[in-house]
T-cell receptor, first 112, second 115 residues
Framework: RKEVEQDPGPFNVPEGATVAFNCTYS??????FFWYRQDCRKEPKLLMS???SGNEDGRFTAQLNRASQYISLLIRDSKLSDSATYLC?????????????FGSGTRLLVRP | DTAVSQTPKYLVTQMGNDKSIKCEQN?????MYWYKQDSKKFLKIMFS???????INETVPNRFSPKSPDKAHLNLHINSLELGDSAVYFC??????????????FGPGTRLTVT
């Protein structure tokens, strides 16, 4: 089982739709969680950190469910510019070998 | 101002050659990383340095050797390049990476093609 798993998609949605992605992780001792956005042939860019209480940034809402070991990203009122690959990342490890482990990404296509 | 920069952006070379990729960050961060993203878009950490000290060394062939002359620079040297080394290599940095999680910021990537 992969340490961090995501549905690769693609999710093909019309403008204005609400779309949600989930990401599961296997290490229950994982400490921190993030969502990154990666455009084609570009670097990953931090979208938001995910806090235990959930957090919102404009049209984006991130949630963490430690009991079920998943994080989610909800995008409301999708824009064409939201089309990208969304990577979840989980910070976990032992002693000094903590590292950020990425999922393989979920591709989102927003159509007019 | 570019926060994390890498050179070169593209690198095309033949099997067996030796090449280097350079990375610099002007964020004042203590920790820098090298990641490899393969053709399936899977992004995986290779190395991490904190203040010039190696703290993460994943299972990477020893043909790959990172070097950190100071905490703002982390270079990656690759010997005897193989076809399977073709990928995009990303440098990243964060405030600290030793058992504490801070957001990581990525450079634009170096697209390496080995022919």
């Amino acid at each position: 089982r992969k340490e961090v798993e995501q549905d690769p998609g693609p999710f093909n949605v019309p403008e204005g739709a609400t779309v949600a992605f989930n990401c599961t992780y296997s290490n229950s001792a994982s400490q921190s969680f993030f969502w990154y956005r990666q455009d084609c042939r570009k670097e990953p860019k931090l979208l938001m950190s995910v806090y235990s209480s959930g957090n919102e940034d404009g049209r984006f809402t991130a949630q963490l469910n430690r009991a079920s070991q998943y994080i989610s990203l909800l995008i409301r009122d999708s824009k064409l510019s939201d089309s990208a690959t969304y990577l979840c990342a989980v910070f976990s490890g032992l002693d000094s070998s903590y590292k950020l482990i990425f999922g393989s990404g979920t591709r989102l296509l927003v159509r007019p | 101002d570019t926060a994390v920069s890498q050179t070169p952006k593209y690198l095309v070379t033949q099997m067996g050659n030796d090449k280097s990729i350079k990375c610099e960050q002007n964020l004042g961060h203590d920790t820098m990383y090298w990641y490899k993203q393969d053709s399936k878009k899977f992004l995986k950490i290779m190395f991490s340095y904190n203040n010039k000290e190696l703290i993460i060394n994943e299972t990477v062939p020893n043909r790959f050797s990172p070097k950190s002359p100071d905490k703002a620079h982390l270079n990656l040297h690759i010997n005897s390049l193989e076809l399977g080394d073709s990928a995009v290599y990303f440098c990243a940095s964060s405030q600290d990476g030793r058992g504490v999680s801070y957001e990581q910021y990525f450079g634009p990537g170096t697209r390496l093609t080995v022919t």
